[in-house]
Nanobody, 116 residues
Framework: VQLEASGGGSVQAGGSLRLSCAAS????????MGWYRQTPGKQRELVAS???????NYADSVKGRFTISRDNAKNTVYLQMDSLKPEDTGVFYC???????????WGQGTLVTVSS
């Protein structure tokens, strides 16, 4: 399984970015797709996740500003990030947790930089 993320970049505070991550190579339908963020010196932390049935979970810091969605037909997960803040800056990693194969997959990171 390979995950290919795209959509990172630089934006001013208050702006928006949309991240995409497409999974290829075959994953079971029962899975959780998500986005994690990592900043220097800190552990990777969950930003948002969505189950194959559409249930979502968000970090408190992004609730009301970020929206996670997925296209099951395309095995793709999206993260719409609005009202971005400088503290949102970090490397964002997409993740797929395959609940049948009990396997975790990670994409390459994509850098998001929010300037004040």
């Amino acid at each position: 399984v390979q995950l290919e993320a795209s959509g990172g970049g630089s934006v001013q505070a208050g702006g928006s970015l949309r991240l995409s991550c497409a999974a290829s190579g075959g994953i079971f339908r029962l899975n959780v797709m998500g986005w994690y963020r990592q900043t220097p010196g800190k552990q990777r932390e969950l930003v948002a996740s969505i189950t194959s049935r559409g249930s979502t979970n968000y970090a408190d810091s992004v609730k009301g500003r970020f929206t996670i969605s997925r296209d099951n037909a395309k095995n793709t997960v999206y993260l719409q990030m609005d009202s971005l803040k400088p503290e949102d800056t970090g490397v964002f990693y997409c993740n797929v947790r395959d609940l049948i194969a009990a396997t975790n997959y990670w994409g390459q990171g994509t850098l998001v930089t929010v300037s004040s």
